[in-house]
């Protein structure tokens, strides 16, 4: 059974930054990737930003320049930088886990999301 943990969420003005973090922890072998996806009232979920644990980095259009992801060693711990923001950043964001398990299952987990909002 593998948990996430997001945390960092608020309400910033726009031009101010925040920073997300999610932790996983359980029954996991291996993660393979962690990152951050975001949706919006009425739009389609969309890619903020990935890392693999070989530190290869993957970001969306919209958040690049402004936003980084980070992990820790041991690959358990993901977390975005949001700088710059403004308020089409507005969105519930979500930590995504890709993995094994300790069977050596392949897993793809989800958060419960954290509110962002930009607002002035």
């Known amino acids: 059974q593998v948990h996430l943990v997001e945390s960092g969420g608020g309400l910033v003005q726009p031009g101010g930054s925040l920073r997300l973090s999610c932790a996983a922890s359980?029954?996991?072998?291996?993660?393979?990737?962690m990152g951050w996806y975001r949706q919006a009232p009425g739009k389609q979920r969309e890619l903020v930003a990935t890392?693999?644990?070989?530190?290869?980095?993957n970001y969306g259009d919209s958040v690049k320049g402004r936003f980084t992801i980070s992990r820790n060693n041991a690959m358990n711990t993901v977390y975005l930088q949001m700088n710059s923001l403004k308020p089409e950043d507005t969105a519930v964001y979500y930590c995504?886990?890709?993995?094994?398990?300790?069977?050596?299952?392949?897993?793809?987990?989800w958060g419960q999301g954290t509110q962002v909002t930009v607002s002035s």
């Open positions: 359980g029954s996991i072998f291996a993660i393979n990737r």
């Open positions: 995504n886990v890709l993995g094994y398990d300790s069977s050596r299952v392949v897993f793809d987990d």
């Open positions: 890392i693999t644990s070989g530190w290869n980095t």
